[in-house]
């Protein structure tokens, strides 16, 4: 078999300009491209970490499209390593983000992992590096 490398995960998102600042506002993502299609009437946006040019995120925005899309029960979430959980928990509670609790106990005693959602209902798990 092929040397396989992550690319990116897509997933659609109703209002673009709003997911927009809420993953460059919560999580410090960087736009690294974006690409329209009016004739086929979407938009792709693709957001990195600032630190490596491996495993993106790409937005993608359906012309149109007036209701919000069913997740469905397949879907999990996504998940991003913060150096500074504490920190981390305490700017999205200040920012209004609704963290859930501090959860699961690593090696040390301290809290693992907590959850964020995004405008459109995908969870992201922030947890310590």
Do not use: C
């Not at 998102?13 to 690409?35: I, N, P, T």
């Not at 995120?57 to 999990?76: H, K, R, V």
């Amino acid at each position: 078999m092929g040397n396989y490398k992550m690319a990116h995960t897509m997933i659609r998102v109703l209002d673009l300009e709003r997911s927009l600042a809420f993953y460059k506002e919560a999580l410090g993502f960087e736009e690294v491209k974006r690409r329209d299609e009016p004739t086929y009437e979407f938009t792709l946006v693709f957001l990195g970490d600032g630190r490596s040019n491996s495993h993106q995120l790409e937005l993608t925005f359906n012309y149109g499209q007036a209701l919000p899309y069913d997740l469905g029960t397949a879907y999990g979430h996504l998940a991003v390593l913060v150096d500074d959980l504490e920190a981390s928990f305490a700017t999205h509670e200040a920012k209004g983000y609704k963290p859930t609790p501090l959860k699961g106990l690593s090696g040390d005693g301290k809290p693992r992992y907590y959850f964020i959602t995004d405008p459109d209902g995908y969870k992201i798990e922030i947890i310590r590096n």
